[in-house]
């Protein structure tokens, strides 16, 4: 949500502003702006509605300036205009924010702002409030107005009377900071300026950062002075970059192999789960009664194939809650319960606060998270990382893949904690687990016959994916990546529910993607789509039989490796993020910047 950027030092401010918001574009993409100091120390604005490359358009070329502000905007309070865009500046100070003042509108009412106003943003209501109650003293400003501020916010701020200098304070809205040889930089996440360093602090939250040429200090909002935690980062500038991809959706797609190797291998000590680098105690599974999985999106589908798999394999009770939902019910969770939160960004604040109130019952809270050192990893009371490497696109693929590969590991070690699987289960379990990457690799050559079959989809308005078990709970994923980023409104059914309703929407042409890889329900799942190729639809059907010749059951038939029942999931759903990723560029969209979305969803 926003992509902002601050960056003083010795080079010259608008290119690195300008390259560091191309790579936080992902975050939001419907205006852009950036605003700097002049040499006569007045501050200056560039902004307009569409991407980086349309602001890059309007930039000046002789524009010198060392110390600039610039965002990237995903709209949430106002329309998508000039005005509304970000960077806002009222009398003395310009700044730029991501998240959400919930109390604006009686800021605006209390302090007499509403003159001032010529926007129709939250944003703005705020950099007229610190204008009014600026006394000249930057840090006490801040200090005195953040506190009026009821909502979610990650600030950067320049004073017109403190030229070089950029202020900036959040609460729970992202932001990164880090001093190097080049100057001082901060952003919402570190690939704005991984191309300058790879060693980065996680600014606290309310915290006031002062950045200059010469470095970064860092106080609390008593004045106290903090020593900021820096992290490193093992991935570099290329993993952030398409790499000759034409879209960053493919190249994730690609890398599932390797994201996945890079999950596993740290965490396999002869052929079983072993979780001493994540410091996770066989203690921590002890007494688990019941899990419950709190997550959003593609994050929490990949917690309904975590319940499908640890249902079957261990039956222990599962549930999966949307955390959106669950913040706000009474959850049904006592000392012994494990509660599973999942998230690539590590930052989506319905899921953080799902965290914080399962904080509350009990002390069994684990996270997977893909990014290093975000609010979920560090308020879990365990965190497993997954290493999936920074993703881009704004469709998760392989943050997904290797969400659900960690809960293959899970499950086999909780299952030989609680006595429920024997070792020689468990290290053949392992040992399958591990041939995974060489499967997804088989998969993704198969792309060019996906995308020859896609062409038929482009035109729908509508589709349906439909499976058994575990085929089932990848249906959904498989549904949500087509809706995101192809625009085609999709379902996933579970093929028995099918004739009790949904069938009537079978009419000929439509495609249904089906999944028969359950031995235990094949011939259901089989009957299932014979109903619906019955009725018309153009069924894809996905199996691994290599036989399969007869036509009345399918049109398109896509063999997936023969792996054993449980491991499908990872093979079909590489099949789904094909068949969405060539949809969408058929239609002539840009999968990586779908309309309406923005990755890391800080606001509620
Ligand atoms: C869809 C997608 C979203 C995210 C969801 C949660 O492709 O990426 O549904 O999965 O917004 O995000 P994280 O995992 O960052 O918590």
């Not at 009686?106 to 939250?122: F, G, P, R």
């Not at 950045?211 to 093992?234: A, Q, S």
């Not at 899990?291 to 999966?320: D, F, H, N």
């Not at 099949?575 to 923005?598: E, H, T, V």
Request: negative net charge; proline residues 3%; charged residues 20%.
């Amino acid at each position: 949500m926003c992509g902002i950027i601050g960056f003083t030092g010795k080079s010259e401010a608008q290119n690195i502003l300008l390259n560091g918001l191309a790579s936080l574009e992902y975050r939001g993409y419907d205006s852009a702006g950036i605003s700097y100091f002049k040499d006569t120390g007045k501050i200056s604005i560039r902004k307009t509605v569409g991407k980086v490359k349309d602001l890059r358009a309007i930039c000046d070329d002789e524009n010198n300036s060392t110390c600039g502000i610039g965002h990237t905007r995903w709209a949430t309070h106002g329309g998508v205009t000039n005005s509304n865009a970000h960077p806002h500046k009222v009398g003395n100070v310009s700044l730029i924010h991501n998240g959400i003042i919930e109390n604006y509108h009686e800021l605006a009412e209390n302090y007499d702002l509403k003159e001032t106003l010529i926007s129709e943003t939250d944003t703005e209501v705020a950099a007229a409030l610190f204008n009014k109650l600026y006394d000249g003293n930057p840090e006490e400003t801040i200090q005195n107005v953040v506190k009026l501020f009821n909502g979610s916010f990650a600030f950067c701020i320049m004073f017109k009377d403190h030229p070089g200098i950029i202020y900036a304070i959040r609460n729970v809205s992202p932001m990164v900071a880090a001093y190097c040889e080049e100057g001082s930089f901060i952003a919402s996440d570190l690939t704005a300026f991984i191309n300058y360093s790879k060693r980065y602090f996680i600014v606290p939250e309310y915290h006031i950062i002062t950045m200059t040429t010469e470095g970064i200090i860092l106080k609390d909002l008593e004045g106290n002075t903090v020593e900021p935690e820096y992290l490193e980062v093992n991935w570099d500038v290329a993993a952030a970059q398409k790499d000759g991809y034409p879209h960053f959706m493919i190249k994730e797609i690609h890398e599932q192999p390797e994201a996945i190797t890079r999950t596993l291998s740290p965490r396999i000590k002869d052929s079983l789960p072993d979780f001493t680098e994540d410091s996770i105690p066989d203690e921590f599974f002890k007494n688990c009664s019941d899990i419950t999985i709190v997550a959003c999106g593609t994050a929490m589908y990949a917690g309904m194939v975590g319940k499908t798999l640890i249902q079957s394999m261990l039956q222990i009770p599962v549930t999966v809650s949307i955390a959106s939902e669950f913040r706000y019910e009474e959850p049904v969770i006592h000392e012994n319960s494990m509660v599973i939160v999942v998230s690539q960004s590590g930052e989506t604040i319905d899921t953080l606060e799902a965290l914080r109130l399962a904080n509350q019952y009990t002390k069994k809270t684990l996270a997977i998270v893909n990014v290093k050192g975000s609010s979920i990893a560090r308020e879990s009371n365990y965190v497993l990382y997954t290493h999936a490497g920074p993703e881009i696109a704004v469709a998760s693929t392989k943050a997904y893949t290797v969400q659900v590969a960690s809960f293959y590991l899970l499950a086999c070690k909780l299952g030989l904690v609680l006595n429920k699987i024997e070792e020689a289960y468990a290290k053949d379990f392992i040992q399958t687990l591990q041939k995974t990457p060489k499967n997804i690799a088989a998969v993704i050559e198969q792309a060019d016959t996906v995308e020859r079959l896609t062409k038929r989809m482009i035109n729908a308005q509508n589709a349906f994916f439909i499976g058994r078990g575990l085929d089932y709970t990848l249906s959904m994923e498989g549904a949500l990546k087509l809706k995101e980023i192809s625009y085609i409104h999709a379902e996933a059914y579970a093929a028995g529910e099918l004739k009790h309703g949904t069938i009537a929407l079978i009419s000929e042409g439509i495609p249904v993607i089906a999944v028969a890889t359950q031995k235990h329900v094949y011939s259901k799942v089989i009957s299932n789509i014979r109903e619906v190729k019955a009725r018309g639809a153009y069924v894809i059907l996905l199996s691994k039989d290599k036989e399969l010749t007869d036509s009345s059951i399918c049109d398109v038939h896509i063999t997936l490796p023969d792996t054993p029942d449980a491991f499908t999931v990872f093979n079909s759903v590489v099949i789904f993020q094909l068949i969405a990723y060539y949809a969408s560029i058929g239609k002539g969209l840009n999968p990586d910047q779908p309309r309406n979305l923005a990755k890391s969803v800080t606001v509620e």
